[in-house]
T-cell receptor
Framework: AQSVTQLDSQVPVFEEAPVELRCNYS??????LFWYVQYPNQGLQLLLK??????LVESINGFEAEFNKSQTSFHLRKPSVHISDTAEYFC???????????????FGKGTLLTVNP | GAGVSQSPSNKVTEKGKDVELRCDPI?????LYWYRQSLGQGLEFLIY????????KSGLPSDRFSAERTGGSVSTLTIQRTQQEDSAVYLC?????????????FGPGTRLTVT
């Protein structure tokens, strides 16, 4: 069975400060890794994903995450946050070999990022 | 094109009543997933459809929960004899496995409140 741990349930930061949202996972098989974001009163949206290849992946709005297989981590970082980044961020994994095309997601409990002026 | 839609957006029901939640996936998406988002448990997988069949029902919490999908499109999640612990936001997601992007597109959810 897989599990995802997001160590911080809430992260308050000031605008233009750097931020790191931590994610660790456990799985007996290889996984795909995702970060989803939920803005206030909106649905879940994919922020970025790691499938294979380069372990550093980036989003279009300046976030990046690095897959570290030895530490089973996929931490999300941004060097300078904006007020508009205030949202809940969910780390998720999907089993590479779940069978057929079933790529159900196992989510962490989420980290609420609050960016203050 | 249109995204995943869900109805109703909010549902308040009395304990013991049955409810039906509807999901309209993105056209052409053969894979459909139901998840539940609750305060205590976070986001949990409920059931996976490939076409009209459900090869993975492992996340359904009890036999009061069932789901079906017709025409490879619309899906309905039914909860019988609702309990207060069923209160949550029910999310539907769809994807096209053939794209190999592995991205799931989520609907806005149905907020279910059992009183």
């Amino acid at each position: 069975a897989q599990s995802v741990t997001q160590l911080d349930s809430q992260v308050p930061v000031f605008e233009e400060a750097p931020v790191e949202l931590r994610c660790n996972y456990s799985s007996s098989v290889s996984v795909y890794l995702f970060w989803y974001v939920q803005y206030p009163n909106q649905g879940l949206q994919l922020l970025l994903k790691y499938l294979s290849g380069s372990t550093l992946v980036e989003s279009i709005n300046g976030f990046e995450a690095e897959f570290n297989k030895s530490q089973t981590s996929f931490h999300l970082r941004k060097p300078s946050v904006h007020i508009s980044d205030t949202a809940e961020y969910f780390c998720a994994v999907s089993d590479l070999y779940s069978g057929g095309s079933n790529y159900k997601l196992t989510f962490g409990k989420g980290t609420l990022l609050t960016v203050n002026p | 094109g249109a995204g995943v839609s869900q109805s109703p957006s909010n549902k308040v029901t009395e304990k013991g009543k049955d409810v039906e939640l509807r999901c309209d996936p993105i056209s052409g998406h053969t894979a459909l997933y139901w998840y539940r988002q609750s305060l205590g448990q976070g986001l949990e997988f409920l059931i996976y459809f490939q076409g009209n069949s459900a090869p993975d029902k492992s996340g359904l919490p009890s036999d009061r929960f069932s789901a079906e999908r017709t025409g490879g499109s619309v899906s309905t999640l039914t909860i019988q004899r609702t309990q207060q612990e069923d209160s949550a936001v029910y999310l539907c997601a769809s994807s096209f496995p053939g794209s190999f992007s592995y991205e799931q597109y989520f609907g806005p959810g149905t907020r279910l409140t059992v009183t």
